[in-house]
């Protein structure tokens, strides 16, 4: 006689180490295996599309660093490059190259933490993490030099940069840079073809491109399905037209496509800074003229970049008052995990939490 | 470069294919009649030579008179976007048509607007509040609300 069975609900998160942040799943179970999943979210919602409509244009600059923390420096830069549409603004050659060598690091910190997570949840406990924070520690140290700050920088303004680099930072950057390729040599040296790794992860969680592009999908995890979308190559903003360097592509969706995405993107921003600090002008304005009380023109613009998890864009409206009338932030994190239903089904628990980590979302980001 | 689509050019052809369905034609973006929304989106989708394959974002805007509906739409193949916008006038009870039929990247972002402007997504398969609690009374975004 066969035993009676019936499907098991399991609640894992919103506090829990696999969830990064306050991220609920409701998991419907058939013993190990998952037959569904429910998303619950908004834990972190702080209503910042709201906050933003009582502060002034540049007061909301602060705030976008809460959105992914693990990448303020792309948030800043998304949001003023939209305000800098919408209001005309012209940014000075100099603070577009510093801006573009800036977002490159900040890529490459947040790949770290990307991968690092990830490792974790594949049960790597904090041996490969500790390797990455290694090298994050460099990118902020640096940005420490920039802002003063090490997690929510608030660097980048309206018009290009609150302030000119010091003196002391190109060399160090020069340092990191001459050691960066080194290192991620020794992350390939110890998972490329790291068996269990393999095993935990090849042909885990596949999303197809057509799937992943209905679905608003963009970043690591788009171009993990071998689809070559790039906004740095597809829309070209601040200079990127003018540096060489490859989109890095996987060959299935799964999640170590997504994980070795990741490592290859670290490479090529490695190269887009070489090329950035060779042309950067030595000397010129890092802001343009742009007045403190600042009102654009009535009307709305929309700038978006390739931030380190996909895009990121920030539509603004404004009444031509001193404060935006509505700002929409593209969450990128949480467009990421629309597919996540269908790309967990059939797996087991632990899958789950491989193929939730192998996504990369930051919770500041998912619930604004 | 992405291109940016001309809206008037668009508006045309769409308004002989489906006549009524076009409210206003500007270059930025075309003005879509709310009842006609899925036929329009679902052209802009499945006809080849414009291939929108790719909803980059929805948003809502809350302007008194009436409520603005964004879709932003980008076509990987040809690498061109456009911008449609739906109008609500009835602030006691707006509904739109949703889009999750023909992208699923809709799902949340319908929710989303649903909890937070309170526009109401006619075929949505899970309309409930996204971020804040079901009890929640009102909804923050309005302009009234605060």
Redesign the interface.
């Known amino acids: 006689m066969a035993i009676k069975t019936e499907p098991f609900v399991l609640n894992i998160g919103p506090v829990h180490p696999s969830t990064h942040g306050v991220f609920r799943m409701r998991a419907t179970l058939d013993g190990e295996v998952v037959l569904d999943i429910e998303p619950v979210?908004?834990y972190l919602?702080r209503?910042i599309?709201?906050l933003a409509e009582q502060r002034t244009f540049t007061g909301f600059i602060p705030l976008t660093d809460r959105l992914d923390y693990i990448s303020s420096m792309s948030n800043n830069m998304a949001y003023c490059m939209a305000v800098e549409k919408l209001a005309g603004v012209k940014v000075p050659e100099r603070a577009q190259y510093l801006r573009v060598i800036i977002a490159e690091m900040q890529r490459i910190a947040n790949h770290l933490i990307a991968n690092g997570s990830f490792l974790n949840d594949c049960g790597a406990y904090f041996t490969p993490f500790l390797y990455m924070f290694r090298e994050r520690e460099k990118v902020v140290d640096l940005f420490e030099m920039l802002s003063g700050q090490r997690l929510t920088y608030n660097f980048m303004r309206i018009g290009g940069l609150s302030q000119d680099i010091p003196d002391e930072f190109l060399p160090a950057l020069r340092r990191f840079l001459d050691k960066m390729p080194a290192f991620i040599d020794e992350y390939d040296r110890l998972l490329k073809e790291n068996e269990v790794l393999l095993a935990r992860t090849r042909g885990v969680g596949i999303i197809t491109a057509?799937k992943a592009?209905?679905?608003?999908?963009s970043g690591p995890v788009l171009r993990s399905t071998g689809?070559s979308?790039d906004l740095r190559k597809?829309?070209?903003y601040l200079l990127y037209d003018r540096f060489n360097f490859d989109v890095p592509v996987g060959m299935q969706g799964d999640c170590y496509d997504r994980f070795r995405v990741r490592m290859e993107e670290m490479r090529q921003s490695v190269r887009i800074i070489e090329q950035a600090l060779k042309d950067l002008p030595l000397k010129g304005a890092v802001r343009a003229d742009v007045p403190q009380r600042l009102h654009p023109p009535k009307g709305?613009a929309?700038a978006?970049i390739e931030s380190p998890k996909g895009?990121l864009?920030f539509?603004v409206?404004s009444d031509n008052s001193i404060a935006p009338?509505?700002v929409?932030i593209?969450p990128t994190s949480?467009?990421n995990?629309?597919?996540l239903r269908e790309m967990v089904r059939g797996w087991k628990v632990a899958d789950l939490i491989v193929i939730f980590g192998s996504i990369d979302i930051c919770l500041g980001e998912v619930?604004? | 470069m992405t291109i940016a689509l001309s809206g008037t050019e668009l508006g045309k052809r769409l308004a002989e294919k489906f006549p009524g369905s076009i409210v206003e034609s500007i270059p930025d973006c075309l003005l879509v009649n709310p009842s006609l929304l899925p036929e329009v989106a679902g052209f802009l989708k499945d006809i080849p030579d414009l291939d929108f394959n790719y909803l980059n974002y929805i948003t809502s805007v809350d302007y008194y008179e009436y409520f603005e509906v964004i879709y932003r739409l980008t076509s990987t193949k040809y690498n061109h976007s456009i911008v449609l916008k739906a109008r609500c006038y009835d602030r006691e009870n707006p509904v739109l048509p949703s889009v999750t039929e023909l992208w699923q990247g809709a799902n949340f972002q319908e929710r989303e607007i649903y909890d937070l402007m309170g526009i109401r997504f006619e075929g949505h398969p899970n309309l409930k509040r996204l971020l804040l609690w079901d009890g929640f009374a009102g909804h923050p975004l309005r302009k009234d609300y605060l």
């Open positions: 979210i908004g919602h209503g599309e709201k057509e592009l209905n679905c608003s999908i689809y979308w597809a829309d070209p709305e929309y978006h895009e864009g539509h409206v009338y509505r929409h593209r949480l467009l995990l629309t597919a619930d604004r």
